[in-house]
């Protein structure tokens, strides 16, 4: 794109973020500790998902300093239902090292706030543009698929090294005036118009200089190579009440899928074992004869994984010594306790 075409592209692309872009909550500030906190949340899920999130997490810890200490099990109750909890810990851990090195105050520079956990270099940039103003790339996969689709890059974006080709892309293209519009205005374009498929075209700012508008097929891009086959696990889930009305609990380790988080009895399904029996012995319960009442049959989706879970409420007549990391709670403690979306399901069902 020659010079004077990119000046056009900037303006157009500024102008129309200006006028058209969505009233959005993380919008209405500067601060860069709250704009940090509204793009760790956009990761991998949708806009109008988080929205009550960002409002809730923001009232409850306004500051870098409110959050940075808060106890790990209140952050992953207010987190629940978001998914990919790894998020959060590496937030308030990247927090935590604001107040403590840097006094609270997020940094203004691509190379100290690389350094900060879960901070790469996409939410760098997004921090670095849209709080201090700075000409710093931010590219996610709306930037990628709006230039690929304008400036014709055939590459794979599935592969790492390709994200290098648009980083260098937007360092080029973008508004030195206006970092933060530009790299809004890229990210609302791909959200609101240059979408996967269908692309609005006719309404789209920067028809004018798009080479694959021009070329006739903009869905033809980005290229990306297919996703990693999903993985599927059956699980038998037993949610076990005592006889003073408690319900059984465990909770998960503390690295991995969905750490530290509460469930219920959870035993992947095998052809050759009961898992009731398998139960019983493990976590040192008798359970009432016939009890077992079929709760929900459903399955949740992970990134490359699959749960398909069958879920039980079973009554327990004598209870032992529980293994570590298991408890029985009240309906009231249970209410406190920060639970992946699948045991929430199945709570929701048990007390409608």
């Known amino acids: ?129 849209i709080a201090y103003g700075k000409p710093e790339h931010a590219v996610d996969g709306n930037v990628m698929r709006v230039l690929s ?17 648009f980083e260098q892309a937007v360092t080029e293209l973008i508004d030195h005036e206006n970092a933060s519009a530009f790299n809004q205005g890229l990210m609302e374009l791909g959200a609101l118009i240059c979408t996967p498929t269908s692309p609005k075209c006719l309404l789209c700012p920067v028809r004018d200089y798009c080479t694959a508008f021009h070329e006739g097929d903009p869905s033809s891009l980005p290229v990306k190579t297919k996703k990693l086959k999903t993985k599927n696990i059956e699980y038998d889930v037993y949610i076990i009440r005592d006889q003073q009305g408690r319900f059984l609990m465990e909770k998960r380790p503390d690295a991995g899928l969905l750490a530290n988080m509460w469930q219920f009895i959870m035993i992947e399904r095998q052809a050759d074992e009961n898992s009731l029996t398998k139960v019983q012995k493990q976590y040192n319960v008798t359970l009432e004869h016939n009890s077992k009442e079929t709760i929900l049959s459903f399955s949740h989706v992970f990134s490359h994984l699959k749960w398909h879970i069958d879920s039980y409420l079973v009554d327990a007549v004598e209870t032992n010594a529980n293994p570590e990391n298991t408890a029985y709670f009240t309906k009231e403690q249970i209410a406190n306790l920060p639970m992946p979306v699948p045991m929430l399901k199945i709570w929701g069902k048990i007390n409608a």
């Open 149 to 165: 689709r304008v400036l014709n890059i055939d590459a794979d974006i599935a592969l790492p090294k390709t994200k290098k080709v």
């Open 1 to 129: 794109m020659n010079y004077q075409y990119t000046k056009q592209f900037r303006q157009a692309l500024v102008q129309w973020f200006l006028e058209e872009q969505r009233d959005l909550p993380w919008r209405r500030t500067k601060e860069p500790y709250q704009i940090w906190v509204s793009e760790v949340m956009l990761q991998q899920t949708r806009v109008d998902t988080v929205i009550p999130y960002y409002n809730r997490f923001i009232e409850k810890y306004p500051t870098a300093e409110s959050l940075a200490y808060s106890p790990e099990e209140e952050l992953l109750k207010m987190w629940e239902g978001l998914g990919y909890y790894s998020r959060v810990r590496n937030l308030q851990a990247g927090v935590r090292e604001v107040v403590e090195v840097y006094g609270g105050k997020v940094p203004d520079n691509r190379v100290d706030i690389s350094k900060l956990k879960g901070v790469g270099p996409y939410t760098a940039g997004a921090i670095l543009s």
